[in-house]
C-alpha cells in the first residue's frame, strides 16, 4: 500500500480564506466588492464574505471585515494587479 509522503494538501495551501482582527482577535472575513452574484449571496449569507460598496476607494476600501458585530473593523488594503 502505497500512503506516499503523508503530506496535507492542505498544509501546502498559502490561500487565505480569513484572517483574524488585530482589535479583538475575532475572525475576519475578505470584502467583496462588485460581485453581486448568486454564489456571492450564499457565501455572504454563510458569513464566508462581506459586500462592500459597488465602489473601490483606492487606499479607502478594506479588504478584510471583523465578524465581530460588537468590532467591526475594517482593515487591510486592496491589491489591485
Ligand atoms: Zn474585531
Known amino acids: 500500500m502505497d500512503v506516499g509522503g503523508g503530506r496535507h494538501p492542505e498544509a501546502t495551501m498559502t490561500v ?11 475572525r475576519a472575513i475578505p470584502v467583496v466588492y462588485g460581485m453581486q452574484s448568486y454564489d456571492g449571496f450564499q457565501r455572504a449569507e454563510r458569513g464566508e464574505i462581506e459586500f462592500g460598496d ?5 487606499g479607502e476600501s478594506p479588504a478584510w471585515k471583523c465578524t465581530n458585530v460588537e468590532c467591526g473593523l475594517e482593515f487591510g488594503q486592496l491589491s489591485y494587479p
Open 54 to 58: 459597488c465602489v473601490i476607494i483606492e
Open 16 to 26: 487565505t480564506k480569513h484572517r483574524t482582527c488585530a482589535n479583538c482577535g475575532s
